[in-house]
């Protein structure tokens, strides 16, 4: 496949980001059923009615000094519930950006062009596997499963670190980046 075809793909996958929301999410929330949408409505009226100065004064000060830290705890928290619990709505939308569809790869997707380069696709090779997902087949289980998997992992890690600080009195709570990208636990200023 030549580099131009490749170059080409990635422009057509990149104007998709434009209309993801409109065409991939909107269409998925209106089909998860009335009681998810309802389940979803009333955590946002219990998150817009919790009231937030009832905070301690160490959350406030560490919001206030870590902010963009503050929203990444947040979005990955909320992802990696999504990714426990609803595995879909993150590979669906995702597998679509890439043009696996549920009748086959898009025209000039990322997808075709990585099925051009193929030529033949094998059975149970990561190309099928991503393309049963799209089709809600047995891709979906298996997508799903590695997602769920790679989640929970995730919070079993996270709560062996929290656990570990909670055991150890000499230090609080508030992570920070320590060497080597490796999360440490800093003692308390105050």
């Keep these: 496949m030549p580099f131009a ?3 080409s793909s990635v422009a057509s996958t990149a104007t998709k980001l434009n209309g993801w929301y409109k065409y991939g999410v909107v269409p998925l929330v209106n089909q998860l059923g009335d009681s998810l949408q309802q389940d979803l409505f009333v955590a946002k009226k219990k998150l817009l009615d919790f009231n937030f100065r009832r905070l301690p004064h160490s959350t406030w000060r560490y919001v206030k000094a870590h902010p963009f830290k503050t929203i990444f705890y947040i979005v990955g928290g909320v992802s990696t519930g999504i990714m426990i619990f609803q595995p879909a709505l ?3 939308p995702l597998l679509s950006l890439m043009g696996f569809t549920a009748v086959g790869p898009a025209a000039g997707s990322l997808a075709a062009a990585w099925q051009a380069s193929l030529g033949t696709v094998a059975g ?3 190309f099928a596997i991503l393309q049963s997902a799209a089709m809600a087949g047995y891709g979906a289980v298996i997508v799903g499963g590695v997602l769920t998997t790679g989640a929970v992992s995730f919070v079993a890690i996270e709560a062996a670190k929290l656990i570990k600080a909670a055991i150890n009195p000499n230090r609080n709570m508030a ?4 060497q080597r990208g490796v999360d440490t636990l800093e003692p308390d200023e105050e």
């Design 90 to 92: 993150i590979f669906g």
């Design 5 to 7: 075809d490749f170059l």
């Design 175 to 178: 992570i920070s980046e320590g």
């Design 124 to 126: 149970g090779s990561l």
